[in-house]
Structures are given as structure tokens and as C-alpha cells.
């Protein structure tokens, strides 16, 4: 079970209610860790939701390492 650092933007940020956690999670793909933040926190469905894991976007069945940090980044809207 892989620890990893997770950093929230935008409405994610709202609904977790923080802008980062670290935590131990079951999640072996950055697609898994959302669902289960999803759940947990009740996270809006949003389309074009990026992943970063590392600093670099990345896929959603990324395989996650120990120590990974996680960025969940919401489409932006602007006017």
C-alpha cells in the first residue's frame, strides 16, 4: 500500500476541504485513488479532469509508487 501526497485545486480543494494530505492508500493506479477520494470526500464528476503524479501530467492507470505526489487538477473555467 503505497503512501502517497496528494494536492487538491479548485473545487476539489472545496469539497476535501484542504489543499494537500499524505495518506496510505489501497489505490494501485492514480484512477483508483480518485474513486476512492471521490467517495470519500464527494467529489463533483467533472469531464477533462487531469492527473499529475510527479509533477508531470499523466494517465489515469498509471501505476502509483510509495511516495508519489498525486496533483488532481479540475477543468478551469474562466470569462
Not at 4 to 24: C, M, N, P, S, T
Not at 49 to 76: C, H, Q, R, Y
Amino acid at each position: 500500500m503505497p503512501n502517497v501526497r496528494i494536492e487538491y485545486f479548485a473545487i476539489l480543494r472545496e469539497h476535501a476541504g484542504k489543499d494537500a494530505e499524505e495518506l496510505q492508500t489501497g489505490a494501485c493506479t492514480a484512477g483508483e485513488l480518485f474513486n476512492e477520494l471521490a467517495d470519500r470526500y464527494a467529489f463533483p464528476e467533472l469531464n477533462s479532469m487531469k492527473v499529475a503524479i510527479n509533477e508531470e501530467f499523466d494517465d489515469w492507470d498509471t501505476a502509483l509508487a510509495d511516495g508519489d505526489s498525486v496533483a488532481f487538477i479540475p477543468p478551469v473555467a474562466g470569462g
